[in-house]
């Protein structure tokens, strides 16, 4: 009788830890999905930003250093670069867009050109989308991490090399106010 408790229990044991592992695994390949998603937003801001930076050059030629950074940033090659370092890459050339409108504010010849127009107007429906998907992403950070911190997951987890995923946050630079001095 006690041989029979014994493999009942260990084939329960044996189950909870295959249901955890396979809840890890689940909730990893949603991270992946939902950074998959964001990536190709990612990619069109990315893919947009010569066309708008060409646009803007004509009007603000004594912004140059905006327009140098922003183009710098985006020579680099975007499909050669991790999860991490798109995160990173895409975060400062949200802070140099930024800048690179609030600069073209003070340019009303800018603001009326036809091209610069429907360029930002797709550039705000980008952003919304990366908005969107990077709290799809986040959720989905969230939810993996504290599966895999709660006790007694974080066991389970840590004997199966489950390892915290990082959230994609803006940084502090991001955080100020955008400063225009001419």
Do not use: C
């Not at 998603?37 to 060409?54: F, G, S």
């Not at 400062?92 to 610069?116: H, M, R, S, T």
């Amino acid at each position: 009788m006690s041989v029979i408790i014994f493999v009942v229990l260990i084939i329960l044991l044996l189950s909870y830890i295959i249901g955890v592992y396979n809840k890890g695994i689940t909730l990893r390949n949603y991270i992946k999905e939902a950074f998959s998603t964001m990536d190709v937003y990612l990619k069109k801001r990315w893919d947009l930003i010569p066309n708008l930076v060409e646009t803007v050059k004509g009007y603000v030629s004594h912004e140059q250093d905006v327009l140098k950074k922003i183009t710098e940033l985006r020579n680099k090659n975007y499909s050669g670069l991790s999860d991490a370092e798109k995160m990173n890459l895409n975060s400062e050339l949200g802070f140099g867009l930024a800048k690179l409108i609030a600069v073209a504010e003070n340019y009303p010849d800018l603001k009326a050109n036809q091209n610069f127009s429907n360029l930002m107007q797709e550039l705000s429906l980008i952003e919304e989308d990366i908005a969107n998907s990077r709290k799809y992403y986040n959720g989905n950070v969230r939810e993996f991490n504290t599966f895999i911190q709660l006790f007694p997951t974080n066991i389970i987890a840590a004997v199966f090399g489950f390892k915290e995923e990082k959230l994609f946050e803006i940084d502090d630079k991001q955080r100020e106010n955008v400063k225009v001095s001419f």
